[in-house]
């Protein structure tokens, strides 16, 4: 959970945060392209979204 949903003041309210997905390849890692996806998840709304996004690892 991002913060205490009573934190939210009103419910069509779209709070943005900074949060960053990550990566470290060591020298261990395949090489090649990888995707990763990720959902995010509004309890509240009982609405999802759903992201994908790749790299390549060299």
């Known amino acids: ?4 949903p009573d934190f939210a003041m ?3 309210t779209t709070y943005i945060t ?4 990550g990566f470290k390849a060591d ?3 395949p090489k090649g392209s990888w995707r990763y ?4 998840k509004d ?12 790299f390549k690892v060299k």
């Not at 900074?18 to 997905?21: K, P, Y």
């Not at 309890?43 to 790749?54: H, S, V």
């Open 27 to 29: 020298s261990s890692e």
């Open 10 to 12: 009103e419910r069509d």
């Open 43 to 54: 309890k509240i709304a009982g609405t999802e979204l759903p992201l994908e996004a790749g």
């Open 37 to 40: 996806k990720v959902v995010i």
């Open 1 to 4: 959970m991002c913060f205490d």
């Open 18 to 21: 900074n949060i960053t997905v």
